[in-house]
């Protein structure tokens, strides 16, 4: 279950550095996932920080022979090169920059004018332009990307109507389950979402259960991981952790807060203004599996070995550790270095010639 490719691990580290983009090639099949982009600089950024994307191809706004505008096709191969490059006019194709040790919180600073991100609305104001929108955004800790609609969209009562929008700015697992003989661990780098903050203790009730008002449910490997999740959605006003099966309730109710003691689950408040307790981040979770999202593995002696190797690799948030008596003897000692995307990335984009959109610019102080 670890090897599904070996091979993307082994040429993941030995790649070259290759930031140039290739016009009117296409890289045809592949395929590991379809995301939308607003252009291609963003589209290499995913394929980036995705864990399996070693390169891919794009289709622009201006894409004519069918309608998959702003279409980011990520890939990858077991020999770490596309298997075939095909003359295509109209595409961009290029690399993954893992290995040019890129920058985990990328700048995005163009305006998309034309341009819709459809979904993931948190919540809504009338600016006066598009460059106030992005400034709302920017100041908005929870906002990761904007529309703005403007003095010609219909019907006319959402004029100049900005939409501030979310995705995950830290770490989300893939899969968290029990498995013996193994360890699995965070990056010290994921605890810093609230850094600069003042300090404070972060509030949890053990042994807790607040019903009800869900408004999502992730996997979690700890209540301090769930309060982090918590602290980084802004609709989420508490959340309750289950210990059982690593789920993270995130809910929203911000009239009355309803606890109910119950054994093994613990719930809390987000952390919105300061940087709570991150021992979080150090512990060594035992018989703990984070499964899927590798980047590549490395052998070391033992499980603090491998959360060094994760800290020190930029690309690096989480890891697994296969213990040196793991069932199967091939796996044993291997360290698995994991990531997910973070960056602001929208769920669709469309055109709308009525719209602007963007991204928010705290990354790029």
């Not at 993931?120 to 929108?133: G, K, V």
């Not at 697994?320 to 793991?326: G, I, M, P, W």
Request: hydrophobic content about 35%; overall charge negative; proline content about 8%.
């Amino acid at each position: 279950m670890y090897c599904v490719s070996i091979c993307l691990f082994l040429f993941s580290i030995f790649l070259e550095c290759r930031e140039q983009l290739v016009q009117d090639i296409d890289f045809p099949g592949s395929d590991i996932l379809l995301v939308f982009s607003p252009d291609v600089n963003h589209c290499q950024q995913l394929c980036t920080q995705h864990p399996a994307c070693l390169f891919f191809t794009y289709l622009p706004a201006d894409w004519t022979r069918d309608d998959r505008n702003f279409y980011c096709y990520l890939k990858s191969s077991s020999s770490g090169q596309p298997d075939v490059q095909n003359p295509l006019q109209g595409v961009t194709s290029g690399f993954s920059l893992k290995p040019c040790n890129p920058d985990p919180k990328p700048c995005l600073p163009q305006l998309y004018y034309g341009v819709d991100f459809p979904g993931a609305d948190i919540i809504s104001l009338f600016t006066e332009d598009a460059e106030e929108c992005r400034r709302a955004c920017t100041q908005d800790p929870a906002c990761q990307f904007f529309t703005f609609l403007n003095e010609d969209f219909t019907p006319v009562v959402y004029r100049y109507k900005c939409l501030l929008k979310f995705s995950w700015p830290v770490a989300t697992l893939p899969i968290v389950e029990r498995t013996a003989d193994l360890v699995s661990g965070f990056s010290n780098k994921v605890g810093t979402f609230q850094e600069g903050k003042p300090a404070c203790q972060g509030k949890l009730f053990p042994n807790t259960d607040i019903p009800g008002n869900d408004i999502l449910v992730l996997p979690a490997a700890s209540p301090g991981h769930c309060q982090n999740l918590c602290s980084a959605h802004s609709l989420c006003t508490f959340f309750t952790f289950v210990s059982d099966d690593f789920n993270c309730y995130l809910k929203g109710n911000s009239i009355e807060l309803v606890r109910k003691a119950r054994d093994g689950l613990t719930s809390g408040l987000p952390a919105r203004f300061c940087w709570p307790d991150n021992s979080w981040v150090n512990a060594a979770l035992e018989g703990v599996n984070f499964q899927g999202n590798d980047i590549r593995f490395e052998l070391t002696d033992d499980a603090a070995s491998c959360q060094r190797t994760c800290n020190e690799d930029p690309n690096c948030q989480f890891y697994n550790y296969l213990k040196a008596d793991f069932p199967d003897s091939v796996f044993r000692r291997r360290c698995y270095l994991k990531r997910s995307i973070t960056m602001p990335a929208p769920p669709r984009v469309a055109k709308l010639a009525t719209a602007v959109s963007g991204f928010q610019l705290r990354n790029c102080v």
